[in-house]
């Protein structure tokens, strides 16, 4: 399995190298929503004379600065390819061999994270730099946050997996794959801040999964939550993990029954 | 002439599109889902404030519908053509369009239409009307005359930009890229650019032009646009549409053809 991986991270490396102006687009592209969301909270809190139910300028410069990195690391754009997998037929190259596609994915994800975090972290520093955050990284909350962000980028994984095997029914996921964004888009506390939500939205959105893939692990990293409140999250977070491991499991088994390839 | 040569595009790219009518359904949810995260973005933040940087909230919903209605026209007519251009110049059937005895720039952005982007067009200019009706204080005549000047420079000058960005297809191979920069930046017009820190209001102004396409149109029609800017918006649209014009000619001459 280790010589498998081996191959398929050499592999991986390569292709990511070839286009350096494409991984530039899509950092360009990473960046912008904090920076339009961070910009519109920056403003509310000043009319408000400093702060937002309690956030200031500063802590939301902090916020946002971590939901870029928080946001990184639990991306899925397998979201996408999976659809065009199905779609084009390509998929059966990939059933064929011997190991489920899915590591290949695996792989896939960490090498494209941990390469882009060579932009990543100019880009947090260059942020900090325009934007003055309050920081007071503490070790305790950097220690919680580790495997709190290692169970949110599971769930973002498995989530877009998930989501990106709809395609096996419909050919034109795109539809459902938007909604799934859109989603996490109020209710993983990327437009704002959880707490600055409705309350109805933020009832919704503490049954949901969303928020367990970011603003968790962003306000675990923030020193915002207790220590015993960050032990429970974490808790949630793995039995959330193994519910959408079974999940995938069984749409994927009932998904691959339904798969015919053109000319296949 | 021109509306003649254009209704006729029109009519051709709608028979067609015709056929595919669940294309139709999907654009409903598409403009819908787009509608969502504007709207629901204002109903969160203004549950906490009663004023971004200076803008309420129904003037927020006129940026909306300003964003929605250009969106509306690029992807409705510039995106589509455009793209057929650039497909065209690397492919090498630009020839039959520069064959045809009307003029080659014209007839390239009237190539292709996405029919039923109208459907952001005409949603667009709802909620426009639906944020003017909301807005306590009376609009007049002249508000309305100054907004819709400055849509027309702010479409021209995002129609020159994107022929710039278009023509740069007859010395480079591939600059999808380049276009997909132009789209992700577009999102950021959803807010008033002036809410914006200086440096990314003067990247949206002078590098993307969204400012001059949505915050300036949005800012006259609610009467706050200062005489300058207008002035300058017509002049940048002016002095952008001759500069797109020079580079397109330009870049003609560069064009070998596929067959030659």
Redesign the interface.
Known sequence: MINIYKVLIRNELLVELQYP??LA?WM??KL??P??YL??WT??A???GGD??GLTVADFAAYYIALLLVGHLTQNWHIWTIEWYVREGQLSKYLVRPIHPIHESITNDWIYKLLMMVVILPAMFLLAW??SPSLQFDFGAILRFIPAICLAGALGFLGGWVVGLSAFWTT?N??LV??YF?MM??FSGR??PLE???DF?RQIAFILPFRWIISFPIEVLLGWVAPQDAMVGIGIQFAWVVALILLAIAIWQMSVRRYSAVGG | MFFRLIGLSLKVNALSELEYRANFFLQIIQSALSLVIGIGGIAIIFGHTDSLNGWSANQLLIVIGVYTLIGGVISFIIRPSLGELMQAVRAGTLDFTLLKPQDAQFMVSIKKFAIWQILDIVLGLGIITIGVIQTATTIGIGQIFTFLLMLLAGGIIIYSFWLMLASTAFWLIKVDNILFIFESMYEAGRYPVTIYPTWLQFVLTFFVPIAFAITVPAQALIGQLPIETGILALGIAIAIFILSRLIWIWGLRHYSGASA
Do not use: D
């Open positions: 102006l494409a687009i360009l592209e912008l929503e920076i339009i910009a519109v403003s509310v000043v009319s408000q937002v139910n325009l934007f034109r795109g539809t938007q909604m859109l888009l109020f437009i704002a600055l939500l409705p939205m």
